[in-house]
């Protein structure tokens, strides 16, 4: 990592290096609140250390990953469902430049087994989803668009013409145009589609895995981030049956609590080529241990439903959880991550998000890809895009911004290139 023009940084100050216990990493001691140093991301449960690519891939990866879903997330089901797709609409936009898709999609869970029997798990009705997909109008099976997906919080019709309402602050619309212009796709659902965001897993796609009898998710189970970062995944699969667009460069984004949840699909699944963290905060990239903003005492008082159940247990113990958010950024690597923070955001923790960022770089390092090229959170409007591990913070307060996405985009530029069909390469960075 190279050091950038400072901000806040706490680079020069003492470190917590005396007395850690193995597998910590010693930081400087204004950067967490709890004592203890952050769990290394290249050093396994029982102390071995990470010292290949391989290594990482056959060892750590899927322990961090079992560790994120027993302590924090909770494990999705690798069930399958019936998915049935039904196109309503497609027609040209943005005055010719754009071409407009809407499709429903149905998730069902198979009610009899492959013998015949009864399925263990039961049948559960269905849960259905409507995409809305914006492609460039050039976008064809030669020319494939790499596209954005990402979750909304207000339904598509916000995504496209904006909220006014008095209810809650006015939406714009996102800046479709600007991003079709430059030759990228998006597409998005509203993310209650697949759980609606309370706290009763009555809805969504919850009971499509249930056992008989059951309705809640267990301990270690899937929250409703689990359950919206898999219906990112799904949504990547219908993507990838359209030639029109380029399957090898989907990005998945999102923000705030949606920022959550595509950085934990992105973990979950390498088939996304790029994540992008919009002011997730806690539970996103922002380090636990630090206790600013939002704590996990907090969110899980409040939004308990978003992660396991196991997870409410390291409110104000945030020392003993296994694993830190820096590794959920790792998870990512070597693919590009970009990391976006806001000024005024105090509650996501700008601060902790940049360390997220920081402290996963590392492992971007041992395989081969650049980590964060800073080693002090940039000032306001300075971004890092030239590292797989990019970051900016912005000014102004909690929200995904026009000049967030062209933050994106450079990003994405830079890191998946302009050429269609480009393959993502797992053991490192082709360049640039």
């Known amino acids: 990592m190279t050091s950038t023009d400072s901000g806040t940084g706490t680079g020069a100050e003492a470190e917590l290096g005396a007395g850690l216990p193995a597998g910590r990493l010693a930081v400087p001691e204004a950067e967490l609140s709890v004592p203890g140093g952050l769990p290394d991301p290249l050093v396994c449960a029982d102390g071995a250390p990470v ?31 019936e998915v049935g797709a039904q196109v309503l609409a497609e027609d040209a936009a943005l005055d010719g430049r754009a071409t407009r898709v809407e ?52 339904g598509n019709d916000v995504v496209e013409n904006g909220s006014a309402d008095h209810t809650e602050p006015v939406q714009p619309p996102w800046p479709l145009a600007e991003l079709v212009d430059r030759g990228y796709g998006v597409a998005t659902a509203c993310y209650q589609d697949f759980d609606p965001d309370v706290d009763d897993f009555g809805n969504g796609v919850h009971p499509l895995f249930y056992a008989p009898g059951q309705n809640r998710p267990g301990e270690h189970e899937w929250g409703a981030l689990g359950a919206w970062a898999w219906g990112l995944s799904r949504i990547l699969d219908h993507l990838r049956e359209d030639r029109r667009v380029d399957a090898a460069r989907v990005i998945v984004a999102g ?35 630090r206790r600013v903003g939002e704590t996990v005492e907090a969110i899980t008082s409040r939004f308990p439903h978003w992660f396991c ?57 041992l395989l081969g890809a650049e980590g964060l090229a800073a080693t002090e959170q940039p000032s306001v409007d300075r971004p890092v895009v030239p590292s797989r591990v990019g970051y900016h913070i912005r000014p102004g307060g909690h929200a995904m911004t026009d000049g967030d996405w062209a933050r994106f985009a450079d990003a994405a530029d830079r890191h998946l290139g302009k050429v269609s069909g480009r393959p993502t390469d797992r053991s490192g960075p082709a360049g640039g």
Not at 276 to 285: E, K, M, R, T
Not at 341 to 350: G, L, Y
Request: charge should be negative; proline fraction near 8%; glycine fraction near 8%.
């Open 255 to 289: 923000h705030s609590r949606l920022g959550k949840a595509a950085m934990w699909a992105a973990a979950l699944d390498e088939r996304f080529a790029m994540a992008v963290s919009n002011n997730s905060g806690c539970g996103g990239v922002a380090l636990s241990r």
């Open 309 to 365: 159940p196991a997870f409410a247990a390291y409110a104000g113990r945030e020392e003993t959880l296994p694993v830190d958010q820096h590794e959920l950024v790792a998870l990512v690597a070597p693919r590009p991550a970009y990391v976006a923070s806001a000024e005024e955001d105090t509650w996501a923790d700008p601060y902790g998000e940049f360390l997220g960022a920081k402290y996963a770089s590392p492992v971007y390092e």
């Open 51 to 81: 010292l290949t690519p391989a290594d990482w891939w056959e060892r750590r990866r899927p322990e961090l990953l079992a560790a994120f879903e027993r302590h924090v997330y909770g494990r999705t089901p690798e069930g399958a469902v």
């Open 103 to 154: 499709t429903r999609l149905t998730f069902r869970r198979p009610a009899v087994g492959a013998a015949g029997a009864p399925d263990s798990q039961g049948s559960q009705g269905s849960v259905a989803a409507t995409v809305l997909t914006y492609l460039p109008a050039s976008a064809s099976t030669g020319s494939p668009a790499p596209v954005f997906l990402a979750l909304n919080f207000r």
